[in-house]
C-alpha cells in the first residue's frame, strides 16, 4: 500500500479531533469543502494545511456545522475555528493528536 499523501493525512488529523470531541456519530455527513496548502514548495509537500469542513454534530441536526481548521502536520495540532451564522468571533481551540503507529 503507497504511503498516504499529506493532504489525507491533515484531513484524518483534523477528523480524529472532531470524533474525540463529538464522537463518530457526531460526524454525520464529514464535508471537505476547502483543502489548500499552507507551505511547500517544489516538489515538497505542504506541512500546514487550511481545511473548511461541514458536519451534522447530532441525529437532530438541522443543519451541518461548518469549521475552519489549520492543521500542522510537523506537530499534529489542529486549530479550529467554528464559522457562526452571524458571524460573531468565536474563540480557536488548539488541539494535539497522538501518533498512532502503523502496522506494516
Partial sequence: MPPKSASIKAIELARAVFESI??????????????????????EESKKWEIVCSFFETLGSTAPSRYKVSVNLNDNTAVIKKFTEDQQDEPENKYTVKQEIEKK
Avoid: A, M, R, T
Avoid at 24 to 35: C, M, Q
Fill in 22 to 43: 463529538h464522537g463518530d456519530i457526531g460526524l454525520l455527513k464529514f464535508n471537505v469543502e476547502e483543502l489548500k496548502p499552507v507551505n511547500g514548495k517544489g516538489s
